[in-house]
């Protein structure tokens, strides 16, 4: 079905309940944004294209010389509200409706509701996840489960909203203006903004948005021109629109105080975006053979170049006199007590850490584990303050490139590549069904750890790295190890889970970006082509 709405084409279904998100006034807002910035948004991905060129052939990520100034200037950011204040921990997930009632209601004090890492971009996913953040912010959201046993509803008082729209990369194909896709981030921000910045403002608080992916500044710019052509046409003061920013790209740990100053009537904080940032890393450096990554558990954030990216984000915020968030620890809470146990130890330690580096607050994956990040945020703050500002820990610490572009230590085995085989191929499977985020062995895993898995195995053929077996790691080894654990996958799931999913398809997927001569940039890319 066709529906033409002014000059936007939606090639796709609408129910009644979605017409009230893509309501005129919204596709307006949609159509004005994408004819006023779309062009800038694909001159700046043709712009990170020109940028890994020039790294695939010899160059390193470095601070820009153009911007000196900017980093050694005095100013600060505009201002944080009251409601950002206090963001020990928050907790993350897809828009799901019984997952953003159950968000809400954790023992945190922030939701970052997930249109990118944690969410499988289905039209449907999108728009019913529209109408869930409306309807939290509302207050009036209900669910009951399928059996009609559990009914769930907000709490008095639930954590504050923030919504993480899509990253700049991905375009929203249902959607068309004058033929080309639109793009996915200022659909989800356009809709998530018109629908409920009446409610916010009037219950004291904002749009308050998550900003994935960025890697430059002139990317942060274009944010700031949005929002203030938002501000603008909907009579707002400049700087009621609160941004996030994820540093998670190699690019953009070298702009973080560039991108606070684009940003700076707008934005609050940066965050540790850990997981995308090492696939960032894989890829920024995938042709330099010094920097290829072992094992991913290997991978954890006291590794040297992990440390100097979290201590100079927290160095860099709070000079700017924004708050710097912690990321995620992807393990996730067992029903087994004793396992149970030593997840929670693990969660302890990685926060505690973040704590001890400066930051301001943190990310979980699960309700389970948000005492023990409050715990920790709590106690690691100084008289009952909420955030630590204040607290210049790093302040005369020089992180210098050497420091964020060093080589990580650790091995790479043969079970590490089997892991990353079975994981990619899980997660892409669940990915092309609909689910954007699952538990896989015992871990959470999303957008940003599968590609991890799949961009190691890539990286580690391209340079004929050895296993500590002795295997040459080749293309060839790669297919044989792909047929061996899709049939360990098979006895893992059983035979009918197996059979009603889309594993083939996942395979098909894996095996083509994994066989291809230049690093595939997104697996979310092709894997939308396959996507309803
Ligand atoms: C790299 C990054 O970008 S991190 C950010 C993106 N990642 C995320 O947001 C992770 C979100 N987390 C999740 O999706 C889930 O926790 C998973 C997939 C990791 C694990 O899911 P499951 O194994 O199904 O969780 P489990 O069965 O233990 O859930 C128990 C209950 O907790 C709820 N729950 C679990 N995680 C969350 C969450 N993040 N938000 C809200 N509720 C949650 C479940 O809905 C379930 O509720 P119910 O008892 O009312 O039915
Ligand atoms: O978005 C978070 C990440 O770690 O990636
Ligand atoms: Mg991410």
């Not at 470095?62 to 206090?86: A, C, M, N, Y």
């Not at 997930?114 to 969410?119: G, M, S, V």
């Not at 990286?459 to 040459?472: A, D, E, V, Y």
Request: glycine residues 6%; charged residues 25%; hydrophobic residues 40%.
């Amino acid at each position: 079905m066709n529906i033409h709405r002014h000059a936007l084409d939606i090639r796709a279904e609408v129910t009644q309940a979605q017409q009230e998100i893509l309501s005129n006034e919204a596709m307006l807002f949609v159509a004005d944004l994408e004819q006023l910035f779309g062009t800038s948004r694909l001159q700046l991905l043709e712009d990170r294209a020109e940028r890994q060129s020039r790294m695939n052939a010899g160059e390193r990520p470095d601070f820009l010389p153009e911007t000196l100034h900017v980093r050694q200037s005095d100013w600060t950011i505009k201002g944080i509200p009251t409601d950002l204040l206090d963001r020990r921990v928050e907790i993350t997930g897809p828009t799901d409706r019984k997952m953003v009632i159950n968000a809400l209601n954790a023992n945190v004090k922030v939701f970052m509701a997930d249109f990118e890492d944690a969410l499988s971009p289905t039209w449907d996913q999108l728009l019913d996840g529209q109408i869930n953040l409306r309807d939290a912010n509302l207050g009036t959201i209900e669910y009951t489960s399928p059996d009609g046993q559990k009914h769930y509803s907000l709490n008095p008082a639930p954590a504050l909203l923030i919504c993480r729209v899509r990253g700049l990369h991905l375009p929203e194909k249902h959607v068309r203006l004058n033929g080309r896709e639109i793009s996915g981030s200022f659909f989800d921000f356009a809709l998530y903004f018109i629908h409920n910045f009446k409610t916010l403002i009037s219950n004291g608080s904002g749009p308050y948005f998550y900003l994935p992916k960025l890697q430059s500044y002139q990317e942060a710019r274009l944010w700031n021109d949005v929002f203030k052509y938002t501000e603008r046409r909907y009579g707002l003061p400049v700087g009621t629109i609160k941004a996030t920013v994820l540093i998670e790209t190699l690019p953009a740990v070298f702009e973080m105080d560039e991108i606070l100053f684009e940003l700076k009537d707008h934005i609050v904080a940066l965050n540790c975006g850990r997981w995308d940032y090492i696939f960032s890393y894989i890829k920024t450096l995938q042709n330099h053979p010094d920097r290829v990554l072992p094992d991913r558990q290997g991978v954890t954030m006291d590794q040297p170049f992990l440390s100097a990216y979290s201590r100079l984000l927290v160095q860099t915020c709070h000079k700017r006199g924004a708050m710097a968030m912690g990321g995620m620890s992807a393990f996730i809470p067992s029903r087994d007590p004793l396992r149970n146990e030593w997840v929670l130890g693990k969660v302890r330690a990685d926060k505690q850490l973040e704590a001890s580096n400066g930051h301001d607050g943190t990310w979980v994956a699960h309700p389970g584990l948000a005492d023990t990040a409050m715990q920790i945020f709590t106690d690691a703050f100084e008289h009952n303050n909420t955030h630590q500002l204040n607290v210049k820990r790093h302040d005369h610490e020089v992180v210098t490139a050497d420091m964020l572009l060093a080589p990580c230590s650790g091995e790479r085995t043969e079970e590490g590549m089997r892991s990353n085989i079975r994981v990619a191929l899980q997660y892409i499977e669940a990915w092309l069904c609909g689910n954007g985020c699952v538990p896989i062995y015992g871990l959470m895993e999303d957008a940003a750890t599968a590609e991890i898995s799949r961009t190691s195995i890539w990286q580690w053929i391209r340079h004929g790295k050895t296993l500590s077996n002795g295997r040459l790691v080749t293309f060839e080894l790669f297919q044989d190890m792909l047929a061996e654990e899709l049939l360990v996958v098979r006895s893992e799931i059983g035979e009918q889970r197996f059979c009603n999913g889309r594993f083939a398809a996942a395979a098909d997927l894996l095996e083509r970006i994994t066989s291809q001569d230049e690093l595939e940039e997104f697996l979310t890319l092709p894997g939308y082509q396959l996507l309803d």
